[in-house]
């Protein structure tokens, strides 16, 4: 499972690359599907890959205001800041058994952690398809051949 983390955060660092490049018009401008527009879409799969890993090690969940992250770059540092927190939930910390503070359910850790990889790829689809429609080529998707040397460095997985 970490190898897919490690995929997540390599193909997330692509796309805030490419995102760079684009006005903010075209980060914000509304869209089908996902959280209706690239900006949002991406500060939702960080927003909830956090919570997600917060409540697994026990710890209150973290609320943005979303408004408050207008650029790429803002995104950037809100995924790198509490890295940490999810590398210590995907490396065996924290509780196999988990309450979420926003819901009334509890959970296996390895069903959440495998919701957090297929919550992030699902979005990830969709930035492709928004990226094809604005002329852009979209981030590979492949795992086979994608080099995780700088995510694994980078994020001690």
Request: hydrophobic share 40%; aromatic share 8%.
């Amino acid at each position: 499972m970490k190898k897919l983390f490690q995929y997540n955060w390599t193909v997330r660092d692509e796309w805030f690359t490419v995102c760079e490049e684009l006005s903010r018009e075209e980060l914000t401008k509304p869209r089908t599907g996902g959280m209706g527009s690239i900006l949002r879409t991406l500060f939702h799969i960080i927003d909830v890959e956090l919570s997600w890993a917060r409540a697994i090690l026990g710890k209150d969940d973290v609320s943005f205001v979303e408004s408050d992250f207008t650029t790429i770059q803002d995104l950037r540092k809100l995924s790198e800041q509490y890295r940490e927190d999810v590398i210590d939930a995907v490396s065996g910390r924290g509780i196999d058994l988990v309450k979420p503070g926003w819901m009334n359910q509890t959970f296996p850790k390895e069903d959440i952690l495998r919701h957090i990889l297929a919550h992030e790829i699902h979005h990830i689809g969709q930035l492709s398809v928004w990226a094809r429609e604005i002329g852009i080529e979209p981030i590979s998707a492949n795992v086979v051949s994608r080099s995780h040397h700088k995510a694994a460095k980078k994020q001690h997985l």
